[in-house]
Each structure stands twice: as structure tokens, then as C-alpha cells.
């Protein structure tokens, strides 16, 4: 089976690693519009050859899609009007309803999976790229039904294959679970980082004092921008509900802080406690 991966960072990196390995792939096509990812991905044996994007959506079984989303939105019509008529198209981004949108109405939209492979680290570009990153790891695919049985299987099967149980939800649904255990806490690392930074203008030292927990809380803000701004504006509905509910939290848990009520604080920590019983499970 022919596979072109349109962007060939952290996830469309990784995946190709996989594919090759599990030998889904007889022949792995890169795509990609930065040309010194292109030129990277080629010299690190990522993909077999580096093609125009016509040339390899003509030519390839399967297309998939691992770009920003806002690109994944502008392209994707377009990209399903130039495969090949059995041709199978997926994608891999972090919103669904905006996607699912842009190519509700079109002919070929039985070709198309929407899918969003949840997984990843805070690096970005080919040399980012892991092998098993999404192994034992969650894929949603979203309007099943919208897909055509056999469109379904190959992508079922290409993530499979990379070690990923595959659930099903509807694109709102989706959207709004992952404002909460996905967007919102890449948005607490964001501007927890830049709240920092801020303070260090005056507190040269203050960087000295960070240890292991100040560095798994903002790791996330090492995550690509061009990747994380089209995801926050085309969550917005969800993440502002998600962040006024945070900002609630903050709000109370700073009153409490002023007030000196340390039984107030011990209740709020003891209730976020929870967490510990919900995440263990998984």
C-alpha cells in the first residue's frame, strides 16, 4: 500500500517509523510545505521520496493528513478532489467539527476518516519523530458513519497496526472532551511559562529555584505555536467554557489563599486529589 504523509513532523514522523515497521507501508510518499522538514525526513529515512503534492496524492493508496488544523480545514476539499477514486484520506488533528465541516457536502466525503490519534511530546519537526508513540494510546474517529466500510477498515487497520484502541464519537462531543484533558491544560503551560518569564525580567534568580515540578508543568509550553493557536481558535467555544470554569477555581482558590482559610485549602486540594483515582485506572 502506497502512504503519503502530508506533514512529516512529531506525528506524521512517527507514524511513517511505525508503518515501515509493521509494514503496512510498501512505499511511504512525504509531503511536506516547510522544505527543510522535507529535505530532514528524506535524509533520516522517514519517507522513501519526497513528491509535489499532485504528484503524490495521484499516486498514493492512502493520504494522510498530519498538518495544522486550520490547514487540515483549507486543504482537505481540495486534496479529496485529487486523489484517486478508491483512495483513502485521513486526518490527524486535535479538532474535529471544523473539519468534519469543511467537506460535509462533498461528493467524495465517503473517502474521508476523520480521526484524531491522541498522543505526542512537546517537541516538533522529523527529528522529533519516535518509534511507538502511540502504542497502547487512544484514536477517536468521528462521523463513522459518514465514511464508507472500506475507508473505515484501512484506517482502522493503519492504527491498529501502531498499537492504538480506536473509540468513536460524534465531532462536538469530541471537541468538547478534549477543551478540558487536552486543550485547557496546554493553555495552564502556556501562560503559567509566560507568568514566569515575566517575573523573571526582574528576579534574575528565579530559574535557579525550578525544580522537577515547575518543569513537568510547563513542558507542554514547549509545544509548537503554529500547531497549538489554529487548535485553541477553532476549540474557542469549548476552551472558553473550559477556561472560564478554571478561572472560577482560581478565582476561589485565591480567595481562600487571602482569607488564610487553610481549611478551605486543604478541602480544594483534597477534592482535586481525585484525580489520583480517576488517572490510575487507566
Keep these: 500500500m502506497k502512504i503519503a504523509i502530508v506533514g512529516l513532523?512529531?506525528?506524521?514522523?512517527?507514524?511513517?517509523?511505525?508503518?515501515?515497521?509493521?509494514k503496512i507501508a510498501t512505499r511511504l510518499i512525504g509531503v511536506d510545505f516547510n522544505e527543510g522538514h522535507a529535505r530532514k525526513a528524506l535524509e533520516l529515512g522517514l519517507v522513501d521520496e519526497i513528491l509535489p503534492e499532485e504528484k503524490a496524492f495521484a499516486e498514493s493508496d492512502v493520504v494522510i493528513l498530519a498538518i495544522p488544523v486550520n490547514t487540515i480545514g483549507a486543504?482537505?476539499?481540495s486534496i479529496l478532489d485529487r486523489v484517486a477514486k478508491n483512495a483513502v484520506v485521513i486526518d490527524t488533528g486535535s479538532t474535529k467539527s471544523m473539519i468534519c465541516k469543511s467537506v460535509a457536502q462533498h461528493d467524495r466525503r465517503a473517502q474521508f476518516v476523520a480521526a484524531h490519534p491522541i498522543s505526542g511530546t512537546e517537541n516538533s519537526g522529523p527529528t522529533a519523530a519516535l518509534q511507538g508513540l502511540f502504542e497502547g494510546k487512544t484514536n477517536i474517529i468521528c462521523e463513522k458513519e459518514q465514511s464508507s466500510e472500506?475507508?473505515?477498515?484501512?484506517?482502522?487497520?493503519?492504527?491498529?497496526?501502531?498499537g492504538m484502541n480506536t473509540i468513536f464519537m460524534e465531532p462536538d462531543e469530541h471537541d468538547?472532551?478534549?477543551?478540558?484533558?487536552?486543550?485547557?491544560?496546554?493553555?495552564?503551560?502556556?501562560?503559567?511559562?509566560?507568568t514566569v518569564l515575566d517575573i523573571e525580567?526582574?528576579?534574575?534568580?528565579?530559574?535557579?529555584?525550578?525544580?522537577?515540578?515547575?518543569a513537568s508543568t510547563v513542558r507542554l509550553a514547549k509545544s509548537s505555536p503554529a500547531m497549538w493557536a489554529p487548535i485553541f481558535e477553532q476549540n474557542s467555544e469549548y476552551l472558553s467554557q473550559a477556561l472560564l470554569e478554571y478561572i472560577m477555581h482560581l478565582q476561589k482558590f485565591h480567595y481562600h489563599l487571602m482569607k488564610k482559610d487553610t481549611k478551605e485549602l486543604v478541602k480544594t486540594l483534597t477534592n482535586a486529589n481525585e484525580i489520583r483515582r480517576v488517572l490510575d485506572k487507566k
Design 150 to 162: 472500506s475507508s473505515l477498515a484501512v484506517a482502522k487497520n493503519i492504527f491498529d497496526s501502531v
Design 201 to 214: 525580567k526582574d528576579e534574575k534568580n528565579i530559574f535557579d529555584l525550578a525544580g522537577s515540578g515547575f
Design 176 to 194: 468538547k472532551h478534549v477543551a478540558y484533558v487536552s486543550h485547557l491544560s496546554h493553555v495552564s503551560s502556556f501562560l503559567l511559562g509566560q
Design 9 to 22: 513532523g512529531l506525528i506524521g514522523g512517527s507514524l511513517a517509523i511505525d508503518l515501515r515497521s509493521k
Design 75 to 77: 486543504l482537505l476539499p
